[in-house]
């Protein structure tokens, strides 16, 4: 039967495998030497439509969550699923080193989250370009802009964070930092103070596995 | 003028301040580990139901992302195993 592939950790410590998986399945390991891929078996066939898939993400991520809070873990993208063991334990054997590296450095880490909103009104220049050169201008203090803001919480966040990368997006940006489980509450609290236009609508969100950090830069 | 972020939304699960929906669909569909190729399951009437699940879940910025790739063959445009 197919698998159903949630994250890899390492054997040691040892953590507490959670109870139920997606669509109540049984939680499975795989192993190879000190990793292991936790899986549950999955029929496709069960996760019809949008309600059940939306519950089978939020069980995946109840999953997640449940082991992230015991130790350091590269998840899978939902939905990732395999023929069988056989071939997660030939993905594993392939990709061990790297992930082995990966779950070394991010040990004791989690992932923070900071979602700005760039809407039109307050981005500078928003009127119109009626030339090229001005629509070039108009995108670099664009950018600029929110470099500044971004500089601001990189700024508050640079005692904490052991990384940092940002990316603009369609709807704003982005930026992520790698914090000790430690300092998450600090982290917060730090993020608090800083100060960005409203409109922005800053949101921080964590702890999450450091999957942007899977990859040194 | 910039304003101390009082406004700032904070959803952490150390605060018990739940996530919401979205922001955890966004990261279960669009963070971690790729595999992509012939390691992915492809029997006969999975391949639909997979393909519905990218389709119905994957976000506006990741539908985008593969929009700007159309001649790019899904092995190409993921390599097996990168990371988000």
Redesign the interface.
């Given at each position: 039967m197919?698998v159903l592939?949630y994250?890899?950790t390492e054997t040691q410590p040892e953590i507490a495998v959670p109870h139920a998986g997606v669509r109540g399945t049984t939680i499975e390991t795989v192993r190879i030497d000190d990793l292991q891929c936790l899986t549950s078996q999955f029929d496709?066939?069960d996760?019809?439509g949008?309600a059940s898939?939306?519950e089978a993400?939020?069980d995946?991520?109840r999953v997640?969550?449940d082991l992230l809070r015991q130790t350091a873990i590269?998840?899978?993208?939902?939905?990732?699923?395999?023929?069988d063991e056989t071939?997660?334990s030939?993905?594993l054997t392939?990709?061990q080193a790297?992930y082995r590296e990966a779950l070394l450095r991010l040990h004791n880490c989690v992932q923070m989250e900071i979602q700005l909103k760039m809407q039109t009104s307050t981005q500078p220049q928003a009127t119109s370009p009626k030339s090229g050169a001005e629509y070039l201008r108009g995108r670099q203090a664009q950018h600029q802009y929110i470099e500044s803001i971004v500089a601001r919480f990189r700024e508050a966040a640079q005692h904490l964070a052991k990384g940092w990368r940002h990316h603009e997006?369609?709807?704003g940006i982005r930026c992520f930092a790698l914090v000790d489980r430690s300092d998450?509450?600090a982290f917060?609290r730090q993020?608090?103070?800083?100060?960005?236009?409203?409109e922005s609508?800053?949101?921080?969100?964590?702890?999450?596995?450091a999957?942007?950090f899977?990859?040194e830069q | 003028m910039p304003q101390p972020s009082e406004d700032l939304v904070i959803a952490s699960a150390d605060l018990d301040q739940e996530m919401t929906l979205l922001d955890i669909l966004d990261h279960v569909l669009n963070a971690g580990v790729v595999i992509r190729g012939s390691l992915v399951i492809s029997l006969a009437g999975v391949d639909l139901v997979f393909l519905g699940l990218d389709v119905v879940l994957t976000s506006v910025e990741t539908a985008m992302r593969h929009m700007r790739l159309p001649n790019v063959s899904p092995s190409e445009a993921s390599s097996k195993g990168s990371p988000r």
């Open positions: 197919a592939a994250c890899i496709p066939q996760v019809v949008n898939i939306q993400a939020l995946f991520n997640l969550q590269i998840p899978f993208r939902f939905p990732t699923i395999l023929t071939a997660l030939q993905f392939e990709h790297e997006t369609v709807a998450v509450q917060l993020m608090k103070g800083v100060s960005v236009p409203t609508e800053p949101r921080v969100t964590g702890p999450w596995p999957s942007e899977l990859k | -």
